[in-house]
Structures are given as structure tokens and as C-alpha cells.
């Protein structure tokens, strides 16, 4: 699994979002929900351990039930933000 694949798994979710709160909010709920958000937190603690996106991404996401939207929108903005970061991160040269 890598960052794109996530990317664009999150990104079809948006679709799955169901109107809450008479359609002032939206949720997101069920398998494959939570499989995405494993799978990105697995990616995150993996490639990005001593993070503190990662840590908050651990925290954020101990109660799925909650605000799943938001959930789900800084989840994919994180994945976006490392994908980014990595394409641009340049290690210094000391030579």
C-alpha cells in the first residue's frame, strides 16, 4: 500500500458520505470506512513513526463513531500533506 493508493481509495469515499444534522453535516460509517482508516493509520506508523500527524492521527481516530467526516477530511488532508512533503523533502548536504 502506498500513499497514492490511499489518496485515491479516501478520495472515493467522499462519495459513500451520507447528509446528517438535516444537511449540515455528513458521516461516514461502516467496513470499508474503517478498513481506509486503518490501513492509513498502518501507513502513517510505518512510514512516519515519530510523527506527531502520525500521533495525532492515532488519537483523532480512537472514536470512529464521532464526527467521522472531520475524521476522514484530516486524515486525507494528512496523507495528502506527507505525499507532498515527501516529494519535496530534500536531504541537506553537508559535503
Do not use: C, R
Not at 25 to 53: F, N
Amino acid at each position: 500500500m502506498n500513499v497514492d493508493s490511499l489518496i485515491k481509495e479516501g478520495e472515493l469515499l467522499e462519495a459513500k458520505a451520507e447528509s446528517i444534522n438535516y444537511g449540515s453535516d455528513k458521516a461516514l460509517s461502516g467496513v470499508e470506512y474503517e478498513t481506509w482508516t486503518s490501513k492509513v493509520i498502518l501507513y502513517l506508523e510505518s512510514s512516519h513513526p515519530e510523527s506527531s500527524l502520525t500521533k495525532k492521527a492515532i488519537d483523532v481516530n480512537k472514536e470512529l463513531t464521532e464526527k467521522s467526516y472531520q475524521k476522514y477530511q484530516f486524515l486525507l488532508g494528512t496523507l495528502k500533506a506527507v505525499k507532498e512533503f515527501d516529494e519535496n523533502f530534500e536531504v541537506p548536504n553537508f559535503m
